[in-house]
């Protein structure tokens, strides 16, 4: 599990200060502080961001909107984010309401309240709404991550670094090449959310990585993927086999 | 002998017409009225009763005009019948005797008059000389007055049998036959039919070469003419006389009869110049009265229009005064509106003047208060009295909260009434806003060792506006803190209802408060509850504003309350709609 990468947008230092101090105390990794529109830009497109928080005054000018923007603009480059705003103007927001998915929060906030609006800023994004706070949930999946609430945090893995999940009941066990944890998720749910291409059903309570196998058993009906894992292979869900390239 | 054949002819076509325009002059009172029954039975016939009436005002021409009319619009039978007779009876009067005949040949033999067609057709046929039809034709008139009990009549048609007979030379039926319209006559009294009857005797036996009896009789009847009224009848009788004197060699006395028959001719045509004046003068009349209508037609026209332009007038005055009401109840209405109007506000403006001096009131105690605690605080460094200076920094930062939750409010406040809030209903997780306003008010509760449970149901999303529940949440929690004594407890939590509505009470055990103080907080537009304790109660904007914002979220508050037990704070919400 990784942390998330968290850009702010804010000018004024003591205010991005406390927010970073949040932040790390929570475990979310700050890939950068910028002060203005530029740089935000620079360092949007230089790192790996997960959520951004966006300050709507840089300046004394709306251009944390600006930003929002211009990001959405961009096809599969806008990232989640939430404005953080201390005046309720109501002409501010009609213009920050257009950048959709829309969030905010309030000035001054706590950190309870900054940890919930990322939260819902990831669920608005992935538009996988009530999914942290709710008791059945706490995975949202993205195309390239999982976002798992781990107590008031939220982490992330990557798709690509899973080699199986297993399920059952409400939860899965997700098994990745370096750890093994549980996520609060139904089989229905998940199965809708990944790529079927990439995580194929081999078994009732099996869903496997194709990049991950290695090797597929059918007299034993075993798959035997990466780091030496054998999973079960079930008669009912050989099909996938037709459509996979097989080295004679 | 050829001069008095030839006079004797003179006197039968003069004496021919005679007897038969007595007879249509006194339209007998039995046709009279047979024709004004019909008059009623043919009421819807105009063309019939004007030609009636033409006819019985003996104006021919205007008979024949309508009584065509009818004919060819309608086939009724007996209305058939009376426009025929009236027809031929308007033709024989005109001397078109062929056409007369033709129009009595048209009526049919159930017809009521039929004694009088007959009589007319027979002397239309002696007028035509065809004797034998006139005999038939008057004969039968003859039986049918005779039926009808119709003397006159009777009379006319013997006078009419015994002057065919003449012309027949059968002079022994035409005397029989004139001698009995005679004796009728002399019965009805009728002087120009018994004058005529005489003539006709004369005449007869004149013809017969009775002088001596022809003499006597034109002598009775010249005699009687004196007291006649018909001057046609006077000059006839004149004019035989003075024929048969002049045939009698006695020339002198002829003169004079001829004289005398010139001078009623000459008064007839006097007669007739004086009608045609008349007539004349009646023309005039007419046109005067053609004129005058013209005239008064014109000025009723005038009339009317005046009217018209009265009646518009009015009617304009009318529009002008109901308009003129209506605004002045108009203005009286909103003069009414804006009198209220200007009391509320009045009474807001107090209000919000009592808000501002409650506020800078509150505010600078509390800057007050700051400053005697920093100028300590100043003091205690200096004397390096580390205790006390953590105690005076809480202190410090709880009069700073303390001030700043009332801006906050009051900006809040400031922003709702200028309707600039920026609202916008998202789905909300209860139990992480509760833990969230919590989290603010962690020193506080501390501070105070007051327990507080977070126990809203994890399951909860309900759907308003995030920021004005916070405030809500804030307010009411802040009051829970400051209505609650040392080591109290507060808990929030929900209730499960079944409805579209989440429930969400918060709870203390602290001092509570009277009903009517619960009242005067829910009243609307009670801006400033009253202070019972004014050491802890504050402005009162908070709950103001809270109950503002619960009802822009369409939620409800109610409060139950105990006095020194607790208080609930019931608020309820919207749920989020559970979509899939």
Known sequence: MDNINVLIIEDTPEQSDALSKVLLANKYNIVGV???????????????????????????????????????IVPNASKPFVFLTSSQDRQIFERAKLTKPFSFLMKPFNE????????????????????????????????????????????????????????????????????????????TKISTLLNKEKFIRTHRNYIVNADKIEEIILADNLIILKGNYKINLSDSYKDFIKKMNILS | MNLKLKYYFFCFFLIAPFFLFSQSEKTNLFEKKILQQKLIEFKGELNFIKSQSYY?????????????KQLSISNNRKL????????????????????????????????????????????????????????????????????????????????????????????????????????????????????????????????????????????????????????????????????????????????????????????????????AVADFEKKYAVAQKQKQITVLKIESKLKDTQRNGLFYSVLALLLLLIGGVYVYA??????????????????????????????????????????????????????????????????????????????????????????????????????????????????????????????????????????????????????????????????IYTTETNTNFCQLVIQDNGLGMSQDTINELLEDNELLAKKSNSEIIGTGLGLQLCKQMIKKNRGTLAIESELNKGTKMILSFPKTEQNG
């Not at chain 2, 019985?56 to 065509?68: F, N, V």
């Not at chain 2, 004079?256 to 010139?262: C, G, I, M, P, V």
């Open chain 1, 34 to 72: 910028a002060r203005n529109y530029t740089d935000a830009l620079t360092l949007f497109y230089q790192n790996p961001v997960d959520i951004i928080v966006i300050d709507v005054f840089l300046d004394g000018k709306p251009d944390g909107i600006t930003f929002a923007e211009t990001i959405n």
């Open chain 1, 112 to 187: 309870l309240e900054i940890l919930y609006a990322l939260e819902m800023a990831v669920e608005k994004f992935y538009e996988q709404t009530n999914v942290f706070l709710s008791e059945d949930q706490d995975t949202v999946i993205s195309n390239d991550y999982m976002f798992i609430k781990k107590k008031n945090a939220l982490k992330k893995v990557s798709l690509q670094d899973i080699l199986y999940i297993e399920v059952e009941d409400r939860y899965c066990n997700i098994i990745t090449e370096k750890e093994k944890f549980v996520i609060l998720i139904s089989l």
């Open chain 2, 56 to 68: 019985l005002k003996k104006d021919w021409d205007s008979t024949l005009i309508y009584s065509m």
């Open chain 2, 80 to 275: 058939a019948d009376y426009c025929h007779y009236f027809r031929g009876e308007s033709f024989f009067n005109k001397k078109l005797y062929k056409e007369a005949k033709k129009e009595f040949f048209l009526v049919s033999d159930s017809f009521e008059l039929l004694p009088f067609k007959n009589f007319t057709l027979g002397a239309s046929f002696l007028e035509l000389k065809e004797f034998d039809n006139a005999l038939y034709y008057f004969k039968l008139a003859e039986k049918q007055y005779v039926k009808s009990n119709n003397t006159v009549g009777l009379a006319n048609a013997y006078n009419g049998i015994g002057t065919t007979y003449i012309f027949l030379k059968q002079f022994e039926k035409a005397e029989n036959y004139l001698l009995k319209t005679l004796r009728i006559n002399q019965e009805t009294q009728n002087n120009d039919k018994i004058c005529i009857s005489y003539m006709n005797l004369a005449n007869l036996y004149y013809e017969q070469y009775k002088d001596n009896l022809a003499i006597f009789y034109f002598k009775k009847s010249y005699e009687l003419s004196k007291k006649a009224n018909n001057i046609t009848t006077k000059q006839t009788a004149s004019k035989n006389m003075a024929v048969v004197e002049e045939n009698r060699g006695n020339f002198k006395e002829a003169l004079t009869y001829r004289k005398e028959s010139e001078q009623w001719k000459d008064s007839l045509n006097n007669q007739n110049k004086i009608w």
């Open chain 2, 330 to 491: 108009q203005k009286v209405k909103s003069s009414k509106i804006i009198l209220t109007q200007k009391n509320k506000l009045d009474e807001l403006n107090a209000t919000k003047d009592q808000l501002f001096s409650i506020v800078s009131h509150d505010l600078r105690s509390s800057v007050n208060a700051l400053k005697t605690s920093n100028a300590k605080l100043t003091t205690s460094l200096e004397t390096k009295n580390y205790n006390e200076l953590d105690q005076l920094l809480h202190q410090n930062s709880a009069i700073a909260n303390g001030a700043y939750s009332l801006l906050d409010n009051l900006l809040h406040w400031a922003l709702l009434q200028t309707k600039q809030l920026y609202f916008h209903k998202d789905s909300v997780h209860l139990y992480s806003i509760v833990q969230q306003i919590e989290y603010n008010y962690k020193p506080l509760l501390l501070d105070k060792g007051i327990t507080f449970e977070n126990a809203v149901s994890k399951n909860s999303f309900i759907f308003v506006d995030l920021d004005s529940l916070k405030i809500v949440l804030r307010n009411l929690l802040d009051n829970a803190i400051k209505f609650s004594d040392e080591n109290g407890e507060i808990k």
